[in-house]
């Protein structure tokens, strides 16, 4: 047995994180910062996550910037415009700045790509521990088949099993241990919709004239910039990445014939450019310009799932996390803001507990509970119901279910002031520390 999967022996507190994803390396960064060892397992060889950009607001970085993270070296872009237009006429119907968003919500928002995000956290997660800090060992190719959750048990897929005091599930939408954390029906249900996904090279748009006139950095702040088309249902969202050297494309769309064959592992299945344009026919000439300017990696298309929110994140000795937990639309793209968050969370509850103490860890996590759910099954709730929000029958009804807290009105827009307001300016250590300093 590797030394890093042996069986919780002394005094230290040991926790497995199963997934090695954003939300599984918030976690684990969070844990070796409260003092635990955490033992990381990801089924891949390396998770892949290429193709794609990622934003991540004020709620999120300002976890980041605790741990660390060096938002400039990953590259990043701050995020603090978003503009809508008419697909077919360029019309602009909505335009809101907020290039005050660090000092009013108490850190920045920026765009990374994936891989520059990912790669930060790894690097986190696996920096020479300092003092007080738990130690970290990350195991690829190994794949959890189960979990006991009340013993804190994993069993990997060749048999073996092994122990911990904490165990988190963070293994993606399509978690295979879901169905090991809880009795009710847990599968991912396909909305019917998919996303084409690539990246273009700015110099490419820049190069030209009418491309520029919407991208010019000179008079554009970088932000959100979304197209809709009503007559297919499409909506195109981009934004920058990597210095403002690549534009991010995201097209939302139904789901066509072949458009990914299985229910999971799709941000690989290749689609062609033709395809793509087919979706794309009631748009203006120019941004239909970039499809043809796509990277070496082409054009991914994957479909999009939702499921059921969980009346729980917490069973025995295990915590589910990230998409794991919610699966999320990328209406707000909060889903990985929501899984740093939950991160954070875990760090201030779990600083300086003995994991072998049942009665306190019991304690904890019900707090856990009680500070994770309103939040992610609302942001979960308003990303699936998607721009209609409170207009979709029985969404307010749900999300009183959760969360009693004030809620955007019917007829906001992803990402304009009111949206940012109840899901990005929210401080996870703050109220974690509050939340167990009245427990």
Not at 4 to 32: D, E, Y
Not at 178 to 190: G, K, L, Q, R, Y
Not at 241 to 264: I, K, S, W
Request: charged share 25%; aromatic share 6%; proline share 6%.
């Amino acid at each position: 047995m590797s030394p890093a999967l042996r069986a919780t022996a002394g005094p230290q507190s040991r926790a497995i994180v199963v997934g090695a994803g954003i939300a599984g390396l918030s976690a684990t960064v969070a844990l070796r910062r409260a003092g635990w060892d955490v033992s990381v397992l990801e089924r891949s060889r390396f998770k892949n996550e290429i193709g794609a950009a990622i934003t991540v607001p004020p709620n999120a970085t300002m976890v980041l910037d605790r741990w660390g993270f060096d938002a400039e070296k990953a590259q990043g872009v701050p995020n603090i415009a978003t503009s809508g237009y008419e697909a077919a006429t360029l019309e602009c119907f909505l335009y809101e700045e907020f290039t005050d968003i660090a000092e009013a919500m108490g850190a920045a928002s920026w765009s990374f790509h994936r891989v520059d995000l990912h790669r930060g956290l790894r690097a986190l997660a696996e920096a020479a521990p300092r003092p007080g800090e738990g130690e970290v060992d990350i195991q690829l190719g190994i794949e959890a088949a189960a979990v006991n959750c009340e013993e804190g048990i994993v069993t990997l897929r060749d048999g073996e099993q092994v122990q911990a005091d904490l165990v988190v599930i963070a293994d993606g939408a399509h978690s295979r241990l879901i169905e090991s954390f809880t009795p009710n029906p847990t599968t991912v249900v396909h909305t019917g919709r998919s996303i084409y996904r690539w990246l273009v090279s700015m110099d490419d748009v820049l190069a030209d004239p009418a491309l520029r006139a919407l991208y010019d950095p000179a008079t554009t702040l970088p932000g959100f910039k979304r197209y809709r088309e009503p007559v297919n249902d499409v909506l195109w969202v981009t934004y920058t990445c990597r210095g403002e050297r690549m534009l991010n494309n995201a097209v939302v769309h139904p789901t066509q014939p072949g458009e990914g064959g299985g229910d999971e592992d799709q941000w690989h299945s290749a689609v062609a450019p033709e395809q793509v344009l087919a979706m794309l026919e009631h748009f203006h000439e120019t941004p239909r310009k970039i499809v043809g300017l796509a990277n070496e990696d082409g054009i991914k298309v994957h479909r999009l799932f939702k499921r059921p929110a969980l009346d729980s994140f917490v069973r025995g000795r295990a915590v589910v996390v990230g998409d794991a937990a919610h699966v999320m639309l990328p209406t707000h793209a909060a889903g990985g803001a929501i899984a740093i968050e939950s991160a954070a969370a875990l760090e201030v509850l779990m600083r300086g507990v003995d994991g072998r103490d049942g009665e306190v860890m019991k304690r904890r996590l019900a707090l856990f509970d009680r500070l994770r759910l309103p939040r992610c099954n609302l942001t979960m709730l308003a990303s699936n119901a998607g721009p209609p929000w409170l207009a979709v029958p029985g969404v307010e009804e749900e999300v009183r279910k959760y969360y009693d807290g004030p809620l955007p009105p019917a007829g906001c827009l992803p990402w304009t002031s009111e949206f940012r307001e109840a899901l990005f300016h929210h401080d996870a250590y703050r109220v974690a520390e509050e939340m167990l300093a009245r427990d």
